[in-house]
């Protein structure tokens, strides 16, 4: 008995130290095969730390930066007052894939970095989080790819309304 009550105190106090270990903002997302686009959206990852917001789309299928025929777009309610706020755009630019963030109210720029390309199916944005201001933990967003060439919304995640917390 008294081994039993050893190894359950061991066990428990394993669990206990990996579950605060994992905890993150982390958030995964996804979306349906819903598009013909090279950029249909599979996953939306986001995460909000003390200094960086980070901002990911997986798409379907592979892609090259000379092939993003489409503008990826975060829109993001930053303050919690159910307005747009910020936009973060994710295009291909001279140098790779760049990533700008955006008043919507003003429509001014408010930087722009490189993207990364954690594997050939993503890009993604590492943002310092001053470039968005003072932000409510309850960010809501919506992201969507909209053609260059033609103006049109080609695919959106979620497919209705918007997500919550970033």
Known sequence: MRRFVVLMVMVIGVASTFGSAAASTLRVRLDANDSSSNLDFHKVITNLSDTTMYLRFRSWDRF?????????????????????DRAVTIDHGGH????????????AQLGRRLATRPDPRSAACHLPRRWFGRIDRAVRFQVYAHSLRHGTIRDTAPNRGLYRWV
């Open 64 to 84: 090259k930066p000379r092939e993003m025929r489409d503008r990826v777009e975060f829109d993001l309610d930053t303050f919690g007052t159910r307005t747009l």
């Open 96 to 107: 790779g894939i760049v990533c700008r963030v955006y008043n919507l109210s003003t429509r």
